[in-house]
């Protein structure tokens, strides 16, 4: 009959009055879950953990790293006299010149690069919190690229100093510095390389390259890791573009804070670096002048021996293989690797001669 249920109709109702009270009951137990996740949270929010990458390290800011290392790193600012063209007179040029530095301990050490202080008049050194100091020139190296200065003023903030050879292509990496003139200024980057040398920047190079952004002013600022740490020391960006082309982007160089803990190390004890000296100049050979004599890859050839070189035994046209235990490829490596090691040390070698013996001798450095 018109407007009485059938059994079908009875049965949907049923089915609805059944789901209603499964809602209900589902709603009042998700209603005490959060409140019993309000209450854990609010006794233990060190429970909390937050999201991770996908190797499981933590993704946050790097707030935490730039907050600890930026008190550290302080502005240059230096006055230059320079002669115009075509006269013997001299214009002051006030204000123009900038740089940066880091602050590496609380002894007043400040290290910076040698080009931001090179034939400096005055250099006024300003540190984040707005005090102003002239330095002292500890020491320069130019071959480096580095020099050290000292302030005498309390309660210095000071660096972390970190290890720039643990450094993997890709980490995360800031650099900080006096951008353009807008002090503490921060960039981020990655390293997109390390061991970047024949620059043409300084002799002895090895530099950390990155795409963190380094423009004029960054000069002898901090490149730190994540955890707020100096792995480098931000030197110099490519400048290599034709008229028609572009300044490159995203390619800078810092030199490596474990080269700068050695030249620090020695401008601070004798106001300049001594270094060994293996009496050759060698040139490169690329990997077709190297087959014809069976070496695997690029090496170094000797053009002249002295010193030591010579008492060791090698001779001009040596190929040079191995230097201190090291496969060395090109000049530069091998410059590192014996500018490294100290006066009167022993150090291997091993060369290859034009008949294609192979030579494996010590030489103690001047």
Excluded: C
Excluded at 217 to 231: C, H, W
Excluded at 290 to 302: E, M
Excluded at 347 to 362: K, P
């Amino acid at each position: 009959m018109p407007g009485v249920p059938g059994p079908a109709s009875r049965v949907s109702m049923n089915q609805i009055s059944n789901r209603w009270r499964t809602t209900g009951y589902i709603a009042r137990a998700v209603t005490a879950g959060l409140a019993v996740a309000f209450l854990v949270v609010l006794v233990r929010p060190d429970l909390i953990v937050p999201p991770t990458g996908s190797e499981g390290t933590p993704v946050a800011s790097f707030a935490d790293a730039v907050a600890a290392s930026s008190p550290a790193v302080a502005n240059i600012y230096t006055e230059r006299t320079l002669t115009a063209p075509g006269t013997g007179l001299g214009r002051a040029l006030r204000g123009g010149f900038l740089g940066s530095a880091v602050v590496i301990d609380q002894a007043g050490y400040l290290v910076t690069n040698w080009h931001v202080i090179r034939g400096a008049d005055e250099i006024r050194v300003q540190l984040a919190d707005g005090r102003v100091a002239a330095p002292e020139i500890v020491g320069t190296d130019p071959e480096t690229e580095l020099a050290l200065l000292k302030i005498d003023l309390p309660d210095l903030p000071s660096i972390r100093l970190g290890r720039s050879d643990e450094l993997e292509v890709g980490e995360v990496v800031l650099a900080i510095g006096n951008s353009l003139g807008l002090s503490q200024t921060v960039t981020m980057g990655i390293v997109s390389a390390t061991g970047r040398g024949q620059l043409n920047v300084a002799v002895f190079e090895d530099f950390i390259q990155t795409d963190a952004a380094i423009n004029i002013g960054n000069s002898g600022g901090a490149l730190i890791n994540s955890q707020g740490e100096l792995v480098g020391v931000n030197t110099a960006v490519t400048s290599s573009a034709t008229r028609d082309q572009a300044p490159p982007e995203g390619i800078g160089f810092a030199i490596p804070v474990n080269l700068v803990r050695g030249v620090m190390a020695q401008l601070i004890e004798h106001g300049r670096v001594i270094r060994g000296y293996l009496g050759v100049e060698v040139e490169d050979l690329s990997i077709r002048d190297t087959a014809p004599f069976g070496i695997d890859g690029s090496a170094v050839q000797l053009r002249s021996v002295e010193g030591p070189a010579l008492t060791a035994g090698l001779r001009p046209g040596d190929i040079l293989t191995h230097v201190g235990g090291q496969r060395v490829f090109n000049r530069q490596q091998a410059m590192n690797i014996v500018a490294s090691t100290q006066p009167g040390e022993r150090l291997e070698v091993r060369a290859t001669r034009l008949d294609g013996r192979t030579i494996n001798t010590v030489a103690v450095l001047e």
